[in-house]
């Protein structure tokens, strides 16, 4: 029998960027901006998009995909708000792809929104893998997870334009240095935006829904530029 | 075929996705996501070299990828029972993380995940390497083609 040896040099995700690619391609097209929201389980994730959609009702039209182990609970909540939510379901799955992207995006009218915000499926790894076709990952991270998770996660905290920091009304009764976090994660990423927030007292969500609305814009701006084109 | 050697002379061999639950708390089914990608790739590869059987497969791996290397060999030893790759070893490559200054261009090796410049102390978010998850080389054997050889 030959043995051989045979050159192979591929990427073991190139399935999954190129459906990421196709997806941003979509979003580009109609115009809208696109997050892809990640934290660990309980950070707040479904709360931030509450305060969101409460925050831009009126100004922008919104809508949100569900990413969860199991149930339809959190999707529910947000339809609650009368916010379009499509709920994908991962069977034990740890994180989203951009197939499951890409299925789920056929329910929505992209022409008609503004904006679309992913809740990934709560944890600090995996999502930070796989590329969804979004144009910035935003990353929550509560008090009550501790100030050291920077050191232990570090693609999530590389890879996120945004971190929020939630939770800060409970910062009177634990032990978590905000300004240990923001030392950290700098030196993982110095071109981070960090918004410290309470979802609870809506404390913070100001400078967030702020920061939000200039990206949609800057979105809009350079599709209109490549209209004139 | 009924394959003996799933996952090769893997220390966790004998060990169960709840073992490995234990010991790596951020849940398993990632690599194994990671781990089905590759038999797609180590497959299509081993039919298009018409291999009967591949016994070496060399990946690179970045520092800074999600990917815990011993979970993966796990992962792939359980799915690739009954494949051509049954009882394949991994050898995984630790590529390190490299980033390049916009400012000065100077590459340099991000150590303790400090992602900015040593010349300019500026943040850096140019990675030339670290996120790799890449397959390499195989080797293994070819089925004999008639006469040829
Ligand atoms: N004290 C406090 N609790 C919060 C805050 N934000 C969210 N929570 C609570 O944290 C829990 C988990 O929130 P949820 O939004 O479901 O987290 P998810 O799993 O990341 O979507 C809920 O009980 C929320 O009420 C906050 O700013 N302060
Ligand atoms: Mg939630
Ligand atoms: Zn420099």
Not at chain 1, 16 to 29: D, K, M, V, Y
Not at chain 2, 34 to 45: D, G, H, N, R
Not at chain 2, 102 to 129: G, I, R, T, Y
Not at chain 2, 132 to 149: H, I, K, N, P, T
Request: a negative charge; one cysteine or more.
């Amino acid at each position: 029998m030959g043995q051989i040896e045979v050159p192979v040099v591929r990427n073991i995700l190139q399935a999954n960027e190129r459906l990421a690619a196709s997806n941003r391609r979509r979003f580009q097209e109609a115009g809208i901006y696109v997050i892809n929201l990640m934290s660990s389980p309980g950070a707040g994730k479904t709360s931030l998009l509450e305060k969101t959609i409460d925050g831009l009702a009126g100004q922008l039209r919104m809508a949100v995909i569900e990413g969860d182990i199991q149930s339809s609970h959190d999707a529910e909540r947000i339809r609650t708000k009368g916010v379009q939510a499509v709920q994908i379901n991962t069977e034990g799955g740890c994180h989203l792809d951009a197939n499951m992207i890409q299925i789920a995006v056929e329910s929505l009218e992209l022409e008609n929104l503004d904006v679309l915000i992913i809740e990934n499926v709560g944890n600090l790894v995996c999502p930070a893998e796989f590329d969804l076709g979004e144009h910035d990952k935003v990353m929550i991270l509560s008090v009550t997870e501790g100030d050291d998770k920077p050191l232990k996660y570090p693609l999530m905290f590389q890879l996120s334009s945004v971190l929020v920091i939630n939770k800060v009304d409970l910062l009177p009764y634990i032990h978590c240095d905000v300004q240990l976090i923001r030392e950290r994660t700098r030196q993982l990423n110095g071109n981070q935006e960090i918004f410290e927030v309470s979802c609870t007292s809506g404390s913070g969500m100001d400078l967030w829904l702020e920061w939000l609305k200039k990206k949609v814009q800057g979105v809009k701006d350079q599709l209109s530029r490549q209209g004139e084109a | 075929m009924p394959c003996f050697a799933a996952g090769g002379d893997h220390p966790r061999q004998g060990g169960s996705l709840n073992d490995l639950n234990s010991w790596h708390e951020d849940s398993i089914v990632h690599e194994l996501s990671i781990a089905q990608s590759l038999l797609e790739i180590v497959l299509e590869e081993s039919r298009k070299h018409r291999m009967t059987k591949v016994r070496v497969i060399r990946l690179q791996v970045g520092e800074l990828a999600a990917v815990v290397p011993d979970s993966l060999m796990f992962c792939f030893g359980m799915i690739s029972e009954n494949t051509v790759a049954c009882g394949a070893i991994l050898e995984i490559e630790a590529v390190p993380v490299v980033a390049r200054c916009s400012q000065c261009q100077l590459m340099f090796e991000v150590e303790n995940h400090v992602f900015s410049c040593p010349e300019c102390d500026v943040p850096v978010m140019d990675l030339v390497s670290g996120r790799d998850l890449s397959v390499m080389s195989m080797e293994g054997e070819r089925e004999e083609s008639d006469g040829a050889d």
